[in-house]
């Protein structure tokens, strides 16, 4: 055997070795799995590879460390499971990983070819079952289909608009032996056309639509920090002067420290962006999907402006809004060609006007309340982005504390936040960071959950105790599960129905699993502690108690006009104690 684990060329091998060996041909290095009766072939042959296993908790875990690896680096995700239990564990991982758009390849163990279809033990359609939630997915029952199929499977999770690919082997074609035959050649395959490029005339229109707008803005989606556009994003802005606002996923496309900068658009986005897209006459939507929590109700939302969707995937064109201009291909390229049609422009009046309407929002303003010994979770997220010079790779989970975190930590570089922003999936935080961890060895990352979706994937404290890493965790514990909270307090009449939670000692349970557990419950000990925990070796955890009955400002309500938001109810007291 060779240094990097491949038999020789010509000599047989089992099923088993040829999937570890595809996925060294990949560059892979690390997956994170569980195993099980019908992936123990290759669970038993991944000892000759120079692979690193993570042994997660539940099968869950490891889809989303195999997400939170893929959206830290750019590289495709690998995780691993066995058939039935193990496979159907994924499925929300992969879910997670559709939605957003995030390269991942799973590979599944199947019972043994025969059985399929026999109700066998630990037998499920995998296949069907995820067949909605995958970019594409595969049986293989043929051990000389193996190599070419897991080839296949990372160029379709990676190329074009990426995905999760599942590839569900069977047991026997585990076992079975074969010479591989490994291609060199380009992956094609009959229909399947990733790639597009945006004609000549169509920029030219652009161009043209770009000049004559008075009040345009930019909208920076997760596309931009897929294609890694963000330098030609901001190029193309200091060009032209023209506003940005973002996604929850497109944080960070675009730095929000930058005077062009508006924030987050949406459902909790800032008042001013929702009001000014409402006012503009054009968006150039970059790399988004014009997703329901952007838009809020679609027949009166950014009626004035023309619009032109810069997007990769051309089903995702008219799907939601209808636009004037198309233009297909990935956002960097086209970018790129765009940048030198254009000239510069003075959008002097209309970020005058934009910049009139922020008054009008600073009541959200929080963190500027006077100390009263209360701690809020914005509080938390100031501090950290201070704290941290909004350096660390922060990956949140899905609630008030996930809004919050946008809100308040300002992510000036791409690839610095990692969230589940399609399926909103509670729970992904830890084991997200946990891969995250394995594709960012030097960086700084922090886990911000709530007291709930920490609960759902608790036990990978576990897997990050028995890999010895080291990651901040920050628990927002406002004793609820409190977006539904939010929701009950304003839309039922304040019913808290299955909202309160009682949870464990956080504290407890982090020393219990061999970390560092420290708790906040006044404003002033956040400082003293983040310190601490970023100078503490090993994985950190803190309880924060924060006040329980806030909620997140502004908010559009679900199916509600853009431009017709919640705003918080009584003015704060604005101090000048911070920054
Ligand atoms: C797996 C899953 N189940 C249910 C939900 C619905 N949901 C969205 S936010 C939320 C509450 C989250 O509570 P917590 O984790 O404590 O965070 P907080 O909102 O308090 O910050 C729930 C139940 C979800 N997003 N994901």
Sequence with gaps: MSADGRVGADARRTGAQIIWEALIREEVKVVFGYPGGAIMPAYDSILQYPIHHVLVRHEQGAAHMADGYARASGEVGVAIATSGPGATNLVTGIATAMLDSVPMVCITGQVNSKLIGSDAFQET???????????HNYVVSDVNKIASTIREAFYI?????????????????????????????????????????????????AAEMIASAKRPIIFAGHGIVRAEATRLLLEFVEKTGIPVATTLLGLGGFPATHPASLGMMGMHGEAWVNQ???????LLALGMRFDDRVTGNLKNYAVHAKKIHFELDPAEINKNVRVDLRLVGDVKDT?????????SRNCKPWMERINSMKGDSAVRDIQKMPHDGRLFAAHVMHDLWRITEGKAIVVTDVGQHQMWEAQYYKHDHPRKLITSGGLGTMGFALPAAIGARFAKKEEEIWVIAGDGGFQMTACELSTAAQEGIKINIAIINNGYLGMVRQWQEFFYDGRYSATPLRSPDFVKLAEAHG???????????????????????????IDFRVEQEDSVYPMVAA???????IRRPSPIVETADDE
Excluded: F, N
């Design 157 to 205: 999770a990676r190329s074009g608009r990426p995905g999760p690919v599942l590839v569900d082997i069977t047991k026997d074609a585990q076992q079975a032996t074969t010479v591989p035959v490994w291609s060199d050649e380009p992956v094609r395959l009959p229909g399947y056309r990733p790639d597009h490029r945006t004609s000549v005339e169509d920029l030219e229109r």
């Design 125 to 135: 359609d995998i296949t069907g079952v995820t067949l909605p939630i995958t970019k």
């Design 335 to 343: 970018l790129r060609a765009l940048l030198p049609k254009l000239s």
């Design 515 to 541: 970390h560092t557990g420290l708790r906040v419950t006044k404003r002033e000990e956040v400082e003293e502690t983040v310190a601490r925990a970023r100078s503490t070796p090993g994985t950190v955890l």
């Design 559 to 565: 199916g509600a006009d853009l431009h017709d938001m």
């Design 276 to 282: 000014a897209i409402q006012e503009a006459d054009l």
